[in-house]
């Protein structure tokens, strides 16, 4: 292999490492990362049908073992304002707060914590609205269709909406996750970059010696 293709590989690399480490969210598989934030979201779909208690008394999915907690009203308005839309009113605790996300932003949203009410396209979880001495727990939702809204037979609602006293903490809803959270540890972009430089590096040394040997 020459050298310069070795090097074109290598900005290319550097290039990719470092635009995904710019990208705010991050894909992590069943999770995502968001690096402004140094948090870690559960995917909604792996919780559905499962009470507050479940979660974090039962220890259903070792989720809470694993440092995961509901995320606060904070978190979430913090979450959702990640991808530049103004949030400015999510902090309200008005019985029903309506959030006027992008359709792209709701989408990338949907797209990367899954869709737990599919005819709606809807990311519907349960969050910690601050009434849990109270025995409730609040639902917040993003629609990331272009049409419906997150309630079925409300197509006027925003694309994302958050409701503080929803549901029980004992209650649960087969379309229904919850939005979790836990700190996480993300690596700065010049690290992932000269990480992907030294593998690169490492792979035409080894491919050196190889064809030395023959």
């Not at 009434?131 to 419906?148: E, K, M, R």
């Not at 939005?179 to 992907?196: K, Q």
């Amino acid at each position: 292999m020459k050298i310069s293709k070795v090097f074109g590989a290598a900005i290319t690399g550097l290039v990719l490492v470092t635009s995904s480490a710019h990208a705010g969210l991050i894909d992590n598989g069943n999770s995502t990362i968001d690096t402004a934030s140094g948090l870690e979201w559960l995917d909604l779909t792996l919780t559905t049908g499962q009470s507050y208690n479940n979660i974090h008394t039962d220890g259903f999915g070792g989720y809470a073992a694993s440092g995961y907690v509901s995320a606060t009203l904070d978190q979430l308005c913090g979450l959702w304002g990640s991808l530049g839309d103004d949030t400015s009113g999510c902090a309200s605790t008005s019985p029903t707060q309506g959030i006027a996300l992008s359709t792209s932003s709701a989408a990338i949203f949907t797209s990367l914590l899954g869709v737990t009410y599919t005819p709606y396209t809807g990311t519907f979880g349960m969050y910690d609205s601050g009434l849990l001495s109270s025995g409730f727990v609040g639902l917040a939702c993003i629609n990331g269709g272009a049409s419906s809204g997150c309630i079925s037979g409300s197509p006027s609602l925003p694309n994302a909406i958050h409701i503080p006293s929803w549901i029980g903490t004992s209650d649960t809803h087969s379309l229904v996750g919850h939005w979790l959270v836990r700190s996480t540890s993300v690596p700065e972009p010049a690290t992932l970059g000269l990480l992907g430089l030294s593998l690169i590096g490492m792979g035409y040394t080894r491919r050196r010696k190889t064809i030395k040997s023959v």
